[in-house]
């Protein structure tokens, strides 16, 4: 297995960075990207596009990594600002005019006014952020998000539906060192209640993408097979109660298993709008 990142975008700045993460990480990060937009036939599910393509318009990614995401809509989406911020620096050297990178840590508040932006984004932190860091984040956010604007968050519940023995012994063996972590890798079932809890934001919708892991689910089981398995690669790593030598193993056999079971995991994207003064009243 592997997808091909085609050196022509090796070029165009979003690989140029400077390297705290290793090659690796970027790689599967960027990996990460193209599947989610595939997987959802596009990089977002709120009702912006007016907005963005108004002028103007300001958009905050949290957590944005690699900023993969914020350059393909600086590109998409050329008549808004983009904002990403991370806790490390791995953005590119090279940016879209329209893009700016903040190194930042979330958990500390984040160096913006009140109501400063029309669109904040935030995906793929399940493995960063502890169970309760989520409300705080979101709390965050919020602050930060403009009357009408919209908050949109992405993440797969760390979870396998039709699952070999195998392939359940994994997720067992990662959701268990997650959780020691205080990570929760059912996050996502709570995303709902945290929007509801901020009393700030109003249209919550929730939506689940299931995702096929394997040949039998065509090219996004392919793709799908492809990205669980790169996230047991890493975490497995960590897990001291199976041998490092059994890791490769079971990782075989997970391949096999998916495909005779018909394995399949979920994406969850849930995205709210802030409320304005005047709802309120
Ligand atoms: C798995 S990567 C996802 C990157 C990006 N969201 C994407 O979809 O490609 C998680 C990112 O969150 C960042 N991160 C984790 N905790 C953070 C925090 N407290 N504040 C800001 N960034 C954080 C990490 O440094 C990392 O770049």
């Known amino acids: 297995m592997g997808v091909n990142i085609s050196s022509e975008r090796r070029r165009t700045g979003y690989y140029g960075r400077r390297i705290l993460f290793d090659d690796q990480e970027i790689d599967r990060i960027q990996v990460q990207h193209h599947f989610a937009r595939e997987a959802w036939n596009g990089n977002f599910s709120s009702p912006i596009k007016d907005v963005l393509n108004a002028g103007g318009a300001t958009v905050l990614d949290i957590g944005c990594g690699a900023g993969t995401f914020l350059c393909e809509m600086a590109a998409d989406y050329p008549n808004a600002r983009y904002v990403g911020v991370d806790k490390l620096q791995i953005f590119p050297n090279t940016l879209p005019k329209n893009v700016t990178f903040i190194q930042s840590d979330i958990l500390r508040g984040l160096p913006f006014d009140n109501d400063s932006f029309d669109f904040i984004y935030i995906r793929f932190l399940v493995f960063d952020l502890a169970d309760y860091e989520w409300r705080m984040v979101i709390d965050e956010m919020t602050r930060i998000l403009k009357p009408n604007g919209y908050l949109e968050m992405m993440e797969p519940r760390i979870e396998m539906n039709n699952k070999g023995p195998i392939t359940e012994k994994i997720v067992n063996a990662i959701q268990v060192r997650a959780r020691s972590r205080h990570l929760n890798p059912y996050i996502v079932d709570k995303f709902n209640e945290f929007m509801h809890s901020t009393n700030k934001l109003k249209n919550i919708k929730y939506e689940v993408k299931r995702i096929p892991c394997g040949k039998w689910g065509d090219k996004q089981g392919e793709l799908g097979a492809m990205y669980m398995y790169e996230i047991f690669k890493k975490h497995l790593h960590y897990v001291n109660n199976i041998q490092p030598n059994e890791h490769d193993n079971n990782l075989n056999n997970f ?21 304005k003064k005047v709802d309120v009243d």
């Open 255 to 275: 391949l096999k298993e998916i495909e005779q079971f018909h394995t399949y995991f979920e994406f969850v994207r849930c995205f709210a709008q802030k409320i």
